[in-house]
């Protein structure tokens, strides 16, 4: 089984930015199908950077030019480096992976911009 752990969350100003990091580990890993989400209060959960099944990078466009997600193969570990943000990506940010038809969450991390 897949384990995530989040970290790096924490209040922010606007145009500030945090580093999040989900290191990964349990059952055969790939970064493939593997990526971030967010959840505001009161909004559905919403995609924010994956690498994808094929191994392209996707990003919403909210966040196109902001964020950068990358990895690190030595650590297994999978980063989201957050750049110039603002209000509205006050959220907490999750780690996913999908398996198959089977979806393996962290338990998140709180991001909060404000001034």
């Known amino acids: 089984q897949v384990q995530l752990v989040e970290s790096g969350g924490g209040p922010v100003q606007p145009g500030g930015s945090l580093r999040l990091s989900c290191a990964a580990s349990g059952s055969i890993f790939s970064f493939n199908a593997m990526g971030w989400y967010r959840q505001a209060p009161g909004k559905q959960r919403e995609l924010v950077a994956a690498f994808t099944s094929g191994g392209m990078t996707n990003y919403a466009d909210s966040v196109k030019g902001r964020f950068t997600i990358s990895r690190d193969n030595t650590k297994i570990t999978v980063y989201l480096q957050m750049n110039n943000l603002k209000p509205e990506d006050t959220a907490v940010y999750y780690c996913?992976?999908?398996?198959?038809?089977?979806?393996?969450w962290g338990q998140g991390t709180q991001v909060t911009v404000s001034s």
């Open positions: 996913n992976k999908r398996i198959e038809t089977k979806d393996y």
